[in-house]
């Protein structure tokens, strides 16, 4: 049997001052999964990725990353395996230049100069900023720091990339951005996925598993039709349904229309729509690619 990527074990965490922000959580991602962890503010996601770094000791339980106890793991191995991306890109870069920054890591790490160069290219194409590169950091905006943050985790190769709340603060269009590169990562690299987020409409279309907390705890895991159609859990967690699956839900349960099952995304919900409207009232457009 494959060891989960990460896998955190009955894990408890109370801070100092005495929040309990972990309550006995079992939590995994395998290999190659892109896995979310979907709560509303103050329900432990953070508490959890510094948990599952080892930024945070837990009080009782453990993680182990693939197949190895964390607390086993030498810190130089860790930052070659698991790949942290903040929440705010200010808390992660340091250097004056986004070249600079993204070589810190390997640089680091005694490789040649001709690697180092080599990874940062690589890493910045990855992340769509190989235009930034000779930029200076305090210039860049907020969603070009994002990208550049994520380009100096990517350039230590890590097979686990754990994101916390990677689209907040971006614009419609750069939560897209970031949401396909993530995708990318996961379906091309094979590169295993682990975001917290609050945003229920992206999940449907990326995540293979989501994790649903409340108050440190896990109320329910599984893929997202399995998540998204417990209502009441849903609303226990101060969280809603994809704003499509609403609308859906609506148009059915009020106006009676027969829509099958209950659509998460765009996509679906136009499929599911279409099978109801009678062909002859259908004028087929060229699709307008996106
Ligand atoms: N350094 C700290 N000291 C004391 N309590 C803390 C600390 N950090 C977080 N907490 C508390 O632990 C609980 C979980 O916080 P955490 O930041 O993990 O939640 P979150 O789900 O990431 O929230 P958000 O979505 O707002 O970022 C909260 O009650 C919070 O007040």
């Known amino acids: 049997m494959i060891s989960p990527a990460v896998s955190a074990q009955d894990v408890c965490f109370k801070y100092q001052e005495g929040t309990r922000a972990l309550d006995r959580v079992n939590f995994h991602a395998d290999p190659g999964e892109f896995v979310a962890m979907l709560a509303s503010n103050g329900s432990g996601k953070t508490t959890l990725i510094k948990v599952l770094i080892g930024l945070l000791k837990p009080e009782k339980g453990k993680v182990v ?6 607390s086993r793991i030498a810190k130089k191995d860790l930052f070659q395996t698991v790949g942290l991306v903040l929440q705010n890109p200010v808390d992660q870069l340091f250097a004056a230049t986004v070249e600079e920054d993204v070589a810190y890591g390997p640089r680091n790490l005694g490789f040649e100069e001709d690697e180092v160069q080599r990874r940062v290219g690589e ?4 992340v769509a900023a190989s235009e930034l590169r000779h930029r200076a950091i305090h210039h860049l905006s907020y969603g070009e720091q994002k990208r550049v943050s994520m380009a100096g985790v ?17 614009d419609p269009a750069g939560e897209t951005l970031m949401m396909r590169l993530l995708n990318k990562l996961n379906r091309e690299q094979g590169i295993t996925i682990i975001l917290a987020t ?4 992206l999940l449907p279309l990326f995540a293979d598993r989501i994790y649903v907390l409340q108050r440190g ?5 599984g893929p ?11 609303r226990d967690a101060c969280l809603r349904l994809p ?9 059915k349960q009020h106006d009676g229309v027969p829509i099958a099952g209950l659509p998460l995304t765009i996509g679906e919900a136009r499929s599911r729509l279409l099978e109801l409207i009678p062909d002859n009232l259908i004028v087929k457009q060229p699709e307008v690619p996106q």
Do not use: W
Not at 65 to 70: P, R
Not at 217 to 221: E, H, I
Not at 225 to 230: A, N, Q, T, Y
Not at 243 to 251: E, G, R, S, V
């Open 243 to 251: 704003y499509i699956a609403t609308l859906l839900h609506k148009l």
């Open 224 to 234: 997202s039709d399995e998540i998204f159609c417990e209502h009441e859990m849903i």
């Open 217 to 221: 705890r896990v109320l329910k895991q």
């Open 123 to 126: 890493a910045l194409a990855c």
């Open 198 to 201: 609050h945003n229920v409409d």
């Open 65 to 70: 990353i693939h197949g190895k106890d964390l």
């Open 154 to 170: 990517l350039a230590m190769n890590p097979s686990i990339l754990i994101l916390d709340e990677p689209t907040a603060g971006l």
